[in-house]
Nanobody
Framework: QVQLVESGGGLVQAGGSLRLSCAASGRTISAYSMGWFRQTPGKERELVATHSWLGGSTYYADSVQGRFSISRDNAKNTVYLQMNSLKPEDTAVYYC?????????????????WGQGTQVTVSS
């Protein structure tokens, strides 16, 4: 089992930055592909970014490409999401996820583990 705990959310003005962290426990994340999703009320959970365990390749949704960056520190068992140039439409609950497979932006397996989410609010 993997437990995931997100932190770093909050209120920020448009154009600002936040860094989300996802601390894992229970198992090392080094053998898992990791991802960040987000969800707003009444909408489905949306894939934001992924980081492959093999080779470290990354994927970003078109809406965040060039503004967000996903990374991991396996020694700290932690995944990060650096969010720059934030927009009001980035407002959502952000969830960390582990053990998933993505093909061309579509989740084809998993995630098997989810965090509890952290709220990000971007004011205009």
């Amino acid at each position: 089992q993997v437990q995931l705990v997100e932190s770093g959310g909050g209120l920020v003005q448009a154009g600002g930055s936040l860094r989300l962290s996802c601390a894992a426990s229970g198992r090392t994340i080094s053998a898992y592909s990791m991802g960040w999703f987000r969800q707003t009320p009444g909408k489905e959970r949306e894939l934001v970014a992924t980081h492959s365990w093999l080779g470290g390749s990354t994927y970003y949704a078109d809406s965040v490409q060039g503004r967000f960056s996903i990374s991991r520190d396996n020694a700290k068992n932690t995944v990060y999401l650096q969010m720059n140039s934030l927009k009001p439409e980035d407002t959502a609950v952000y969830y960390c996820a582990a053990d998933l497979r993505v093909n061309r932006g579509t989740v084809v397996a998993g995630p098997d583990y989810w965090g509890q989410g952290t709220q990000v609010t971007v004011s205009s």
